[in-house]
């Protein structure tokens, strides 16, 4: 059994989220004490209690602690993951609903899935931008295609965007199961083909997103031989919005986002989100800051070592680093004295095609 304390690096979510996905993934019973523990509400949260109970349906797991506001989980699965047709909300996981995130839900889902025995059918509901989670656009257009071409496939399609408080979004996504996934050489950057500047509002004014959306590009215009615009409502539970850049290149795509709310300013956030694109470009990385850390967990699982640079070495990618070392699933080496920031992560054995643990089972 796995023994992980949920402390670990930067004590947020990001532990107890990776450690049950290789469980589920490798079929190895886990025990997570003081889960989020470095966070100001400590314990699990909807969105948490969401992927314990989602991993549980997967792999008929015996769950110990799977209730809010819980500080230690058992996990312990039974079935290899199950393929087919899923639908989870995390609205369900309290009374009178969440917008916990629906992106982190599916993330974590994702690799385990990958390990099934045929493909699947993914709903998950809740928020699709929120704080302090991946935006449904760098889930879609930069995790997804990048895993993808690795051969753990991932195709998600936004059916209702999910703002705080109520949340209500709704991700569709297919996964294909994979054998091996292959690993990721990525260490010199490519040029960038075009930047896509989006601006979208459920329940606010246009006018203050469009003229937001136009400085993004003047500021931005000089970076890419091609920028494209687009400003758009959508509906949705809540009134919200976002103003979200993608820098489409030949290989790892970036993308950087900035959510506001209706007391938000669109263009206050301009400055900001355009000095973060050209640091990015300027680092000479190929993985941005959020890609970089996600990509750990499903590169622990590939046939053989990878190689890939990012802008800097994050609080989140370190905690990934070290806990796949302690998991036994790879090594990783994150050398943060050079520019930019140099990722090796190095496998340690193969789950087998059964999809069996990599450490023994008690």
Request: hydrophobic residues 45%; glycine residues 12%; proline residues 8%.
């Amino acid at each position: 059994m796995w023994e992980v304390d949920g402390a670990l690096g930067e004590g947020g979510g990001q532990v107890l989220r990776s450690a049950l996905a290789a469980a589920a993934a490798t079929g190895t019973p886990v025990r997570i004490r003081r889960i989020r523990a470095g966070r100001r509400r400590p314990g699990l949260r909807p969105q948490h209690l969401t992927v314990v109970r989602a991993l549980a349906a997967l792999t008929a797991a015996e769950v110990e602690g799977d209730r809010l506001g819980s500080r230690e989980l058992l996990f312990r699965p039974r079935t290899r993951p199950t393929s087919g047709e899923h639908r989870f909300d995390v609205a369900t996981a309290r009374r009178g609903g969440s917008a916990g995130a629906a992106t982190l839900v599916l993330q974590t889902l994702h690799l385990p899935l990958v390990r099934a025995a045929g493909p699947s059918r993914l709903v998950v509901r809740g928020g699709t931008h929120v704080p302090q989670a991946p935006p449904f656009e760098h889930l879609a257009a930069v995790y997804a295609p990048v895993v993808s071409t690795l051969g753990a496939g991932l195709f998600p399609h936004l059916q209702r965007h999910g703002f705080l408080p109520a949340g209500g979004g709704e991700i569709h996504a297919r996964i294909t199961p994979a054998a091996t996934i292959r690993p990721l050489q990525a260490e010199g950057p490519t040029p960038v083909l075009r930047i896509v500047i989006r601006a979208a509002l459920a329940g606010l004014p246009v006018t203050p997103a469009s003229r937001a959306v136009a400085q993004l590009r003047e500021r931005l215009g000089d970076l890419a031989p091609q920028v494209l615009v687009e400003v758009r409502r959508v509906p949705a539970d809540s009134p919200g919005g976002y103003l979200y850049v993608a820098v489409e290149r030949m290989r790892l795509p970036a993308g950087f986002v900035a959510l506001f709310g209706p007391d938000g300013e669109p263009e206050a956030l301009v400055a900001d989100l355009a000095a973060a694109v050209r640091a990015h470009l300027a680092s000479g990385a190929v993985a941005d800051g959020h890609l970089a850390d996600q990509l750990i967990l499903p590169l622990a699982f590939a046939d053989g070592p990878s190689r890939l640079t990012t802008e800097r070495a994050s609080g989140h990618l370190l905690t990934q680093a070290r806990l796949v070392e302690a998991l036994g699933l790879a090594r990783v080496r994150v050398d943060d004295s050079v520019r930019p920031v140099r990722v090796e992560v190095m496998p340690l054995a193969s789950g087998g095609e059964d999809g069996g643990s990599r450490a023994p089972r008690d």
